[in-house]
T-cell receptor, first 110, second 119 residues
Framework: DAKTTQPPSMDCAEGRAANLPCNHS???????VYWYRQIHSQGPQYIIH???NNETNEMASLIITEDRKSSTLILPHATLRDTAVYYC???????????FGTGTRLKVLA | GAVVSQHPSRVICKSGTSVKIECRSL??????MFWYRQFPKQSLMLMAT?????????EQGVEKDKFLINHASLTLSTLTVTSAHPEDSSFYIC???????????????FGSGTRLTVV
C-alpha cells in the first residue's frame, strides 16, 4: 500500500490560502490521491481527489506534481471552520482500502 | 450524494458487556464496508473489511472474536464489541463505497462515528 507523509501541523491566517503538502512517492500509476478532513469527534469528510490532473471543486483545489509523487491541497480562503485534521490518502489499487497516515492538523487563526 | 448513518453516536457500557454499533448506507447499496477505530489524538486505524454475505476480513492484530462484524444486507453492517473492557473505549467509524462510482474513482463515505466508553 502506498504510504503518505504529511507535516504534523500547520497554522494559517483566516482569509489566506492554506497549502497542505503530501508526499506519496510510492504511488502506482492507476492509484488515486484522496483528501479528507476530520473535525473533532466527527467522521472524515471528503474534500477532493485526483489521478494526474489538477482538480478544483467548491471546497478546494488539488495540485498533483507531474511525477505524481506529491500533491498539495489548497484551501483558497481559509476560515475558522476549516480548522481540522487533513488526511491525504492513496487508495490501494490492490486492496481498495484507505490506509490513513498521521495527517496534518491545520489551525486557522483569527 | 452518498450518505452513511452510524448509530449510536455515543454509548457507555459496563465492563464485561457487549455493545453493537450499526452502520447503514442510506441511499445506496454497499457490498463492502470498512470499520476503523481511533484513539484520542491519533489517526484512524483500519480494523476490518465487511463484505455482504460473507465473513469479514480483519487486519493483522485485530481480534475477530472480540470485534464481531456482520454484514447481513446491502445496507447494513454491524460491529459488536464483545465482553468490552475499558481499553476498548475508543471512537469507532465505518465507511462504505457507493458502487455507482465507476472506474478507479473509489471514493468512500464515512459515518459520523460512535464514541464508546467502557466503565
Amino acid at each position: 500500500d502506498a504510504k503518505t507523509t504529511q507535516p504534523p501541523s500547520m497554522d494559517c491566517a483566516e482569509g489566506r490560502a492554506a497549502n497542505l503538502p503530501c508526499n506519496h512517492s510510492t504511488i502506482s500509476g492507476n492509484e488515486y490521491v484522496y483528501w479528507y478532513r476530520q473535525i473533532h469527534s466527527q467522521g472524515p469528510q471528503y474534500i477532493i481527489h485526483g489521478l494526474k490532473n489538477n482538480e478544483t471543486n467548491e471546497m478546494a483545489s488539488l495540485i498533483i506534481t507531474e511525477d505524481r509523487k506529491s500533491s498539495t491541497l489548497i484551501l483558497p480562503h481559509a476560515t475558522l471552520r476549516d480548522t481540522a485534521v487533513y488526511y491525504c490518502i492513496v487508495l490501494s489499487s490492490g486492496t481498495y482500502k484507505y490506509i490513513f497516515g498521521t495527517g496534518t492538523r491545520l489551525k486557522v487563526l483569527a | 450524494g452518498a450518505v452513511v448513518s452510524q448509530h449510536p453516536s455515543r454509548v457507555i457500557c459496563k465492563s464485561g458487556t457487549s455493545v453493537k454499533i450499526e452502520c447503514r448506507s442510506l441511499d445506496f447499496q454497499a457490498t463492502t464496508m470498512f470499520w476503523y477505530r481511533q484513539f484520542p489524538k491519533q489517526s484512524l486505524m483500519l480494523m476490518a473489511t465487511s463484505n455482504e454475505g460473507s465473513k469479514a476480513t480483519y487486519e493483522q492484530g485485530v481480534e475477530k472474536d472480540k470485534f464481531l462484524i456482520n454484514h447481513a444486507s446491502l445496507t447494513l453492517s454491524t460491529l459488536t464489541v464483545t465482553s468490552a473492557h475499558p481499553e476498548d473505549s475508543s471512537f469507532y467509524i465505518c465507511s462504505a463505497r457507493d458502487p455507482r462510482r465507476t472506474g478507479g474513482d473509489y471514493g468512500y463515505t464515512f459515518g459520523s462515528g460512535t464514541r464508546l466508553t467502557v466503565v
